[in-house]
């Protein structure tokens, strides 16, 4: 999976930090009219949004002012202060809608009018290119109208055309066309009836979009709808950068998900989720907000919220994968070593069962059963694959036993030496895996032991038969002594 960000990327993040620094001053949105959801809750990551039915006399602490098919009239004097504000450098944006809002539309006119730019009181249609029903327009976006940078396509719901002469416009399909209220077609398919569009005025923006209904919550986590509204506000706050960033993480996201998901739901029928439950729930959980966030446009959060359980995924996964292949061959180890021993015609039924379950462990996709079969493997091929380490370590614990007793001799003499000698090398072909010659020195030792041993115990007997003799001498002298002294006393 693609984890390395490019030096753009790089430069994004580093941008990114010092940001609030940049935008502390004029980071403010002001909303006029209707609410748009729960999109708004993405919009203030990055900025402030005031609402307000009511357009204050002083617009200069916005960077971007919103009108959201308001539904109170908008006065001469606020249309001149609102097209003065965007001349000074600020940003309009004006959100419309079908005819079915067609009071609010008559104002936002009355605004636009002197732009010579008209939201029609009209709504888009499309019988080829919809969801579900001819109003649900899915238009492409336009990688020259950068509000929508990224966008693949977009739901435009019940939403009207625009009209007029902009400095860049975003069209609908060839296969779009609009009417009116009175089923008047304003449109034609093969048209493209604009949906979007903006317009320099002095040194600022007046940009128009002609559906408010694409922001509210049922169409705004459909296709890149959230991508769309969010790559608004930032074009209008002049952000760009955070376009690109936005897109660039998107990316990131589409391309590891596109990966990780089919691995970690085909990993979990085979077995991962009853080896690994509690991360698995863990790992469902990440998904899930990656995939709320990413619904709502806040591709970051997204990306390194799916990052964290593709890399708790994979570690578990790596884990297990470890622990299947440390006793895979282990096991095989101990079929390679039972082999050179040799099989008896008694175990050989027994040990090709075990050889069995080693094959078909190796073979085997799912994450239990592989589990079960190679420990099957392991409690039949380690009987006779252990047999030399058997045997290598009792005759081991027995030389040290006899060179202890060894030790206790009279005699600290050459074979106790040699058998302390030949104890340290069977120890050291042991801890290499030299099991036969472990035993051989093992039993070499012991030889040397048992020869001092011998020696100390010929020492005792030959001491032990002095003793007796000198008490015999001693006895038969005592007598001799005893009889003389009788006689001379008679």
Known sequence: MKKLIGYSVLGILIFSIFSPLVFAENQDILFYGKSLGA???????????????????????????????????????????????????????????????????????????????????????????????????????????LPTRGVSKFVYPSGATLRGTFDSILRSNTTSYSKNYDEFELYSRGHRPPVSGYVRHGDGIVIIVGDRSLFEDTFVVQEDNALFALNLFDFAAGNNYLIFERVQYKQYYDEDVEEFLPKFELMKNEGFSELKPTQTNRINSWISQAENSYSFGLYRDAYNTILRA??????????????????????????????????????????DEGVYYLNQAEKETNLVKRTELIDNALDILEKFGKRDIQKARTEIDTANSKLRDARRTLFY?????????????????????????????????????????????????????????????????TKRILSWRTEKEK
Request: hydrophobic fraction near 40%.
């Open 39 to 145: 999109i708004e809750d993405s919009i203030m990551v990055n900025y402030n949004i005031t609402k307000t039915q009511q357009i204050p006399q002083n617009l200069s602490p916005y960077s971007v002012v919103a009108l959201i098919t308001p539904e109170r009239t908008i006065s001469t004097s606020e249309v001149s202060r609102l097209l003065d504000y965007a001349y000074d450098g600020g940003a309009l944006v004006v959100i419309g809608e079908d005819f079915t809002e067609a009071a609010s539309i008559s104002q936002l006119n009355r605004l636009l009018s002197s732009l010579n730019i008209t939201i029609n009181i009209d709504r888009l249609y499309d019988d080829v290119n919809n969801v579900d029903f001819n109003t649900r327009v899915l238009i492409r976006g336009d990688r020259n109208y």
């Open 310 to 351: 593709i890399t708790l995924f994979e570690s578990e996964m790596k884990s297990l994968d470890d622990e299947f292949y440390e006793k895979l061959d282990l096991a095989k180890q101990y079929e390679l070593e039972a082999r050179r021993i040799g099989i008896s015609v008694a175990d050989q039924a027994v040990f």
């Open 413 to 477: 003499d050459y074979d106790v030496k040699r058998a302390e000698e030949f104890l340290i090398e069977a120890k050291v072909h042991y801890n290499e895996g030299e099991y036969p010659e472990a035993t051989f020195k093992a039993e070499e030792s012991q030889r040397y032991s048992e020869r001092a041993i011998r020696k100390y115990n010929i020492f005792r007997v030959i001491i032990g038969l002095g003793l007796l003799l000198v008490v015999l001498l001693f006895m038969i002298l």
